[in-house]
């Protein structure tokens, strides 16, 4: 199992940014729904605690005194994207060196930097529409408050080198979008984008390739999906992720995010020959689980393409990465109240390419 140690300068696609874009649109948040069952026994007090205390066993992490172990556990664990709980566990033992160490400015940057890639997994978790267990309902509120709690203590020990370190800003920035996805007023939710902007366009212009090109992910993709009155702007967007992807060619999810705002101008020759320069990139020196997550949008932006013999060659690489990976999260849908999943007369999964 290859593992990378955590960087601040290797932050995770922002596929959640969508949920916060889209509700300078759409004013009224969908609200989750849940089953009469479900909904019922969340309202159970007796319930709640229970579901509370097994929620809690799921935090649990295994004590580490030593320094050294410590810091070779949060190395270990924390870029397992793939498991929540075990990604959880390095990220906070992150969080206790930081504490520990609270001169050590690399330090402080590096969990910090772990944190807004554990909000990426975390949301990744969240029921779009269906809460089916009420215990990861709690376990998700619970992992998300920790994460918010930790990165604000971080950002506020950094917060006077802000003006002179950009990753400082752009991280801000980012955690600023992504804490705000879940468990917070919409209002909070409302503000994000506009609050995150600032930060993102003064790290940029002091240092372009800031955080290994993930401000200029970040940047181009929020005002890529905003509305004009709310700043945004597709041309510059498409600007922001070119230079980008100039920057940091090796940079999967940088590809996917132009192939997207390319094809939201109808530039599908363009989005074809990013398409094409995403498949030559190797899985070396890439996280896991990011690799195989960006195969997946890929094979969906290949069909959205019609190149349906591209989309195939993707989706067998993809096949054959997971199969040579097993730990890895498959990202397969499951069937909940009858939707989604694979089919019970066929045993296909719609998902496949055929």
């Known amino acids: 199992m290859k593992t990378r140690n955590p960087n601040p300068l290797t932050v995770a696609v922002l596929v959640g940014l969508a949920s916060l874009v889209g509700a300078y649109t759409y004013t009224q948040a969908a609200t989750k729904v849940a089953t009469t069952t479900l909904e019922s026994e969340m309202q159970d007090p007796a319930k709640q605690v229970a579901f509370r205390k097994e929620a809690e066993l799921l935090l649990v992490c295994d004590q580490i005194s030593d320094p050294q172990q410590k810091a ?8 397992m994207k793939w ?4 990604m959880g566990c390095g990220v906070r033992y992150g969080f206790e060196l930081a504490q520990a160490q609270p001169e050590n400015i690399e330090l402080q940057l590096q969990v910090l930097g772990a944190h807004v890639e554990y909000f ?22 619970l992992r998300w408050t920790e994460t918010n709690e930790h990165s604000a203590v971080l950002l506020k020990r950094l917060e006077p080198l802000a003006g002179q370190v950009p990753e400082i800003r752009a991280l801000r920035g980012i955690n ?14 409302l503000a994000a984008p506009g609050l995150a902007l600032a ?22 993709t929020v005002i890529s999906g905003l509305p004009e009155f709310a700043g945004g702007d597709s041309e510059r967007a498409i600007k922001l992720l070119e230079e980008g992807n100039t920057l940091e060619p090796q940079n999967l999810q940088l590809k996917t995010a132009l192939i997207d705002a390319e094809l939201g101008e109808r530039n599908s020759s363009k989005a074809l020959t990013v398409l094409q320069a995403a498949m030559k990139i190797s899985d070396e020196g890439q996280n896991e689980q990011d690799y195989v997550d960006s195969l997946r949008i890929l094979v969906g932006q290949a069909m959205r393409l019609e190149q349906r013999e591209l989309a195939k060659q993707i989706d067998v690489r993809r096949d054959d990465f997971l199969a040579a990976h097993p730990y ?11 939707h989604g999943g694979v089919d019970p007369f066929t045993g296909q999964d719609p998902e496949k390419i055929q």
């Open 199 to 220: 930060d993102l366009e003064s790290a940029i212009k002091a240092k372009p390739d800031v955080l290994d090109g993930a401000a200029l992910l970040t940047l181009g």
């Open 176 to 189: 600023t979008l992504l804490s705000r996805q879940h468990e917070a007023p919409e209002k909070e939710k």
């Open 328 to 338: 890895l999260n498959k990202r397969k849908s499951s069937a909940a109240v009858g």
């Open 83 to 86: 498991d929540r709980k075990q």
């Open 72 to 79: 070779a556990a949060f190395a270990r664990q924390a870029v």
């Open 120 to 141: 990426s997994v975390l949301d990744k978790s969240y029921s779009r529409l269906y809460s089916a267990s009420p215990v990861k309902d709690v376990e998700l509120r």
